[in-house]
């Protein structure tokens, strides 16, 4: 499957911001979908998931009630509705799709074997 995230930006403090990531080439709804984040020098933070049916979605603490994951398998996108965002929420937003993921890697990037080239969010104070 092929991912393309779309929807960084510049945005201020407590502004927000939708990331999008559309998935091609695969059976969308089969896969396990998340986003992570990335700063230079950092490993890859996990920020959201969502699972196949969207049966459920998990976050990063600092995220939680910020952030919300969605999907809508009949148009293949993943959507990540960011509010009151923060400088320290500044990252490359990555894309992530795992056909075989399971509830203990679902926090990982090992549970995940496709990946989107990522789009800049940039928050000012």
Request: proline share 2%.
């Amino acid at each position: 499957v092929q991912l393309q995230a779309s929807g960084g930006g510049l945005v201020q403090a407590g502004g927000s911001l939708r990331l999008s990531c559309v998935a091609s080439g695969g059976t969308f709804s089969s896969y396990v979908m998340a986003w992570f984040r990335q700063v230079p020098g950092k490993e890859r933070e996990f920020v959201a998931a969502i699972t196949r049916a969207s049966g459920s979605s998990y976050y990063l603490d600092s995220v939680k009630g910020r952030f919300t994951i969605s999907r809508d398998n009949a148009k293949n996108t993943v959507l990540l509705q960011m509010n009151s965002l923060k400088p320290e929420d500044t990252a490359v937003y990555l894309c992530a799709a795992g056909l075989r993921t399971i509830l203990s890697s679902t926090r990982e990037p090992r549970g995940y074997g496709f990946w989107g080239q990522g789009t800049q969010v940039t928050v000012s104070s």
